[in-house]
């Protein structure tokens, strides 16, 4: 029988041509279009479609308009995988963004990321874009996959324009990033139309310590004397407007800073000898690491709000804490020394019978509910 290897025989031939003429599916990387008013804010998403291909990582750039703003997150099915959020500022008006793992999982088709678009107040009714740009993606193995982005056009509507908007959405846990009810003491990032300078903040009508001030983000602290058993109003006063929003108050509403922007992975923790715990520097089993948190309801005694904690302060509600699923001893729960009233420092001793890795989950629980999932470095 002829060899095709070295002499092209007519079926072999006929085979390679329709391979070769086969087309080669990309995956899709998409925001879908949308329309808003001057001053509004929409919430939409970026997804991927893999059309058939093994996607493990993404990096993309976006790009948009001067009449827009950005602000995003990880979408839930992100969140909930094992992939990470990078992102770092190419501009003005530009961001890059790497999903990453410690693994080869690969990503899941629908929503990566909540993507927050800020119409500017000023904007004149048109159109304006958000472009992804420099798309790339890679497979379990490092290899590239192809990968197709295209424009979003945002179609600005000719509306009386709204000078604050702050949208249900846009209320979240500044440690997991995550929407939802509101706890006292809670240090929280609200995404809307908000101005440059710095506003005023209450919560039921109590002012509420800032932060953080920025075009269309700030960062404030829940009052600490807001009642947990009623919903009560939030409200942003600037000299140019103002916007109320009613939000949902429960006593706790925990989760644990992450040294990502995505508000997942590996946790802003010391180590016992206060190094940063990273897979460079992992905590030994035994030893006692630091959590930081935000959302673990009332502390004894109560802090004055706004004020940097100066003596330990533990929280009413026990925390217990697991590691790998296995049970953790909790040395101290409550204010943290030198910070501002709202974050809580958690110590906890990491058992023994954890195995070595460089992504171990850790949970606290304080009452009936759970933090996010950050991980820890165990060597």
């Not at 000078?163 to 990032?189: D, K, W």
């Not at 001030?213 to 404030?220: D, T």
């Amino acid at each position: 029988m002829t060899n095709c290897a070295k002499r092209i025989h007519p079926y072999c031939s006929a085979l390679l041509l329709v391979l070769t003429s086969l087309p080669v599916y990309s995956a899709v990387l998409s925001v879908p279009n949308q329309a808003a008013g001057p001053g509004q804010v929409v919430l939409t998403s970026a997804s991927i479609s893999s059309q058939g291909q093994a996607v493990s990582g993404l990096q993309f750039d976006l790009q948009w308009d001067q009449a827009l703003d950005l602000k995003l997150v990880l979408a839930d099915p992100l969140r909930q995988s094992t992939k990470l959020l990078f992102t770092a500022p190419l501009g003005t008006r530009a961001l890059r963004c790497l999903i990453i793992g410690m693994n080869q999982d690969l990503l899941a088709d629908g929503q990566l990321l909540k993507v927050w678009v800020i119409v500017d107040p000023r904007a004149a009714p048109g159109s304006a874009q958000l472009v992804v740009r420099n798309a790339i993606a890679t497979d379990p193995n490092g290899n590239a996959v192809p990968l197709e982005a295209s424009a979003t056009n945002i179609t600005i509507q000719d509306a009386a324009p709204v000078t604050i908007a702050l949208p249900t959405t846009g209320v979240l846990n500044a440690a997991s990033l995550t929407p939802g009810p509101v706890s006292p003491g809670e240090i929280v990032t609200l995404f809307g139309n908000l101005p440059d300078t710095t506003p005023q903040v209450l919560f039921g009508g109590i002012p509420a310590p800032i932060l953080y001030a920025g075009p269309n983000q700030v960062n404030a602290v829940v009052p600490f004397g807001l009642a947990p058993d009623a919903p009560a109003s939030l409200e942003v006063r600037t000299s140019s407007g103002s916007a109320t929003l009613p939000v949902p108050v429960v006593p706790v509403t925990p989760a644990v800073f992450a040294q990502g922007s995505g508000g997942t992975g590996q946790g802003a923790i010391l180590n016992q000898d206060l190094t940063v715990n990273s897979p460079d520097h992992p905590a030994a089993p035994g030893s006692i690491v630091v959590l930081y948190g935000t959302g673990f309801g009332m502390l004894d005694p109560q802090p004055a709000d706004g004020q940097v904690a100066g003596r330990a302060a533990a929280t009413r509600l026990g925390v217990t804490a697991s590691v790998a699923g296995i049970p953790a001893e909790v040395t101290y729960a409550g204010a943290a020394p030198g910070l501002v009233a709202g974050v809580v420092q958690v110590n906890l001793r990491v058992p023994d019978a954890v195995s070595p890795s460089l992504a171990v989950p850790v949970t606290l629980t304080i009452g009936q509910v759970a933090t996010p999932g950050v991980t820890l470095a165990i060597r």
